[in-house]
C-alpha cells in the first residue's frame, strides 16, 4: 500500500490565494519530501524536511511535519498561476537503500 | 549532462513487443533510480542501483521486467513481452549518495522527464 497519502486529491483555488495539501504515512520515517510536477512528466524537488524538525520555509513555501501524527502538509502562501500542478509527497524510510515512496498526489489548479 | 536524461520521449509498441527505455543519470550519481506512474496515479518504485551494491529489484511488478546499469552509469530498463497495462510513464532519477548522513539528511533527487509507453 502507498506510504504516503496526500489529501486533498484536487484542489482549486484563485490566484493570491493560499494553497494547504496534507500528507500522511505509515511507518517511522528519516525524512520526507515535496515534489512538484507539471503535466505528468519529470518532478522536481521541492523542499525536504527531516523527522527532527517541525517545521521549514523556503520562499513561499512552508512546511510542516508532525512525527506523532503521521503527517505532513505544504503551504503554498500568495499562489500564482504558474503554481498550478500536480503535488507529491515523498517518505524515506532509511535503512540505507534512498528509497522513497510517493503518495498519489494532489492536483492544484490556480485560477487567474 | 546538466541533468538526467530519457530516451525515448515517447514510445508506443504492439501488444508482445520487448522495448527498451533509456536512462543517463546526472554525471557523478552513484545512486539510480526508476519508477512508473500510470495515468493520475502517484510513483510506483521498480528498482534503484547504488555503486557497485546488488540493485534492489523489491519494486519490479513481473519477471518481465529487468534493469541494468552498465559502468555505474547508464542504465537500460526492459520490458519483455509487453502487455497494455504496462502502459505508463516512466521514470528515471539520480541522486549523489554521501556516506554516513544520507540516512539522516537525506539527498535529493533528480528525475528526468520520463518514457510515456503505450502498448496497444
Known amino acids: 500500500s502507498q506510504q504516503g497519502e496526500e489529501d486533498p486529491q484536487a484542489l482549486s483555488i484563485q490566484e493570491g490565494e493560499n494553497a494547504t495539501m496534507n500528507c500522511s504515512y505509515k511507518?517511522?520515517?528519516?525524512?520526507l519530501q515535496w515534489y512538484r510536477q507539471n503535466s505528468g512528466r519529470g518532478l522536481v524537488h521541492l523542499i525536504l524536511?527531516?523527522?527532527?524538525?517541525r517545521e521549514k520555509h523556503s520562499g513561499r513555501l512552508r512546511v510542516t511535519l508532525d512525527t506523532s501524527k503521521k503527517s505532513s502538509s505544504l503551504l503554498i502562501t500568495a499562489s500564482r498561476a504558474a503554481d498550478t500542478a500536480s503535488y507529491f509527497c515523498?517518505?524515506?524510510?532509511?535503512?540505507?537503500?534512498?528509497?522513497?515512496?510517493f503518495g498519489q498526489g494532489t492536483r492544484l489548479t490556480i485560477n487567474p | 549532462g546538466a541533468g538526467v536524461s530519457q530516451s525515448p520521449s515517447n514510445k508506443v509498441t504492439e501488444k508482445g513487443k520487448d522495448v527498451e527505455l533509456r536512462c543517463d543519470p546526472i554525471?557523478?550519481?552513484?545512486?539510480l533510480y526508476w519508477y512508473r506512474q500510470s495515468l493520475g496515479q502517484g510513483l510506483e518504485f521498480l528498482i534503484y542501483?547504488?555503486?557497485?551494491?546488488?540493485?534492489?529489484k523489491s519494486g519490479l511488478p513481473s519477471d518481465r521486467f529487468s534493469a541494468e546499469r552498465t559502468g555505474g552509469s547508464v542504465s537500460t530498463l526492459t520490458i519483455q513481452r509487453t502487455q497494455q497495462e504496462d502502459s505508463a510513464v516512466y521514470l528515471c532519477?539520480?541522486?549523489?549518495?554521501?556516506?554516513?548522513?544520507?540516512?539522516?539528511?537525506?539527498?535529493?533527487?533528480?528525475f528526468g522527464e520520463g518514457s510515456w509507453l503505450t502498448v496497444v
Open positions: 542501483f547504488q555503486g557497485n551494491s546488488a540493485p534492489d
Open positions: 515523498a517518505t524515506d524510510a532509511g535503512g540505507g537503500a534512498q528509497k522513497l515512496v
Open positions: 511507518t517511522s520515517i528519516n525524512n
Open positions: 532519477a539520480s541522486s549523489l549518495v554521501t556516506r554516513g548522513s544520507a540516512s539522516v539528511s537525506g539527498n535529493t533527487i533528480y
Open positions: 524536511i527531516r523527522s527532527n524538525e
Open positions: 554525471s557523478g550519481h552513484t545512486a
